[in-house]
């Protein structure tokens, strides 16, 4: 089935590479136009390597390749007047949003929560948890506009159940099923539907990267992929150790798309079994 988001209009945060890159390629795929932001630079504590403003505009050569229309910005989720700018402005040239994807997030080393560093704890609620309150709020005077709209949210399978050492990240994640069905309860008689997906380990830089090799296998001089393959296999049920971004994006398709007219607050796991562990 082709054209399944035909016409329509994505904002996705995040979107310089990984899940974020692969949402908008797989919404362009099926017919939508896209804005993309992202905040593209790194952060002192996380594993993973910097997104670069080279990375998002390689999202939108991607994009263009797929004749559909793209709008770029450079933004932080956390700061809420330049969110709102960059996705009015994207709305007044693509005239019209209908999909939000609230993406962009983080993952940063931790401890036990009793002897996490403060800045830590908050630069990851802010991000995880406060950036994607403000980008649904950015978003929703559009959907109203419009009359209709779906919102798809990027939680994890941490939030729905605790893994330890990475409490700040558990939390942030639960918390944005609150905001999900606090949301879905709020804006459902505008026909606005929300809800969230819960990864598992997914196959892009956040997971793929020297310090979460080492992290994962402290046992090995010079841990790889192969090595860390087997500790995430452990975590599934499925007989694979991580997923494809585009397993995620695949569902974010199905749950803006009109298939999904009458869904909304729910969770919606790609987590090869791991919450039934």
Known sequence: MAGRVDGKVAFITGAARGQGRSHAVRLAQEGADIIAIDICRGFEDSTAPAATPEDLAETADMVKNLDRRIVTAEVDVRDYDALKAALDSGVEQLGGLDIVVANAGIGTTGVK?????EDIWDETIDINLGGVWKTVKAAVPHLLAGGSGSIIITSSVGGTKAYPQVGHYIAAKHGVVGLMRTFAVELG????RVNTVHPTHVCTPLLMNEPTYKLFRPDLEN???DDLAPICQSFHFLPIPWVEPVDISNAVLFLASDEARYITGVILPVDAGSLLK
């Open 113 to 117: 929560l009793h002897k996490m560093r």
């Open 189 to 192: 008689a505008k026909n606005i």
């Open 223 to 225: 841990p790889g992929p």
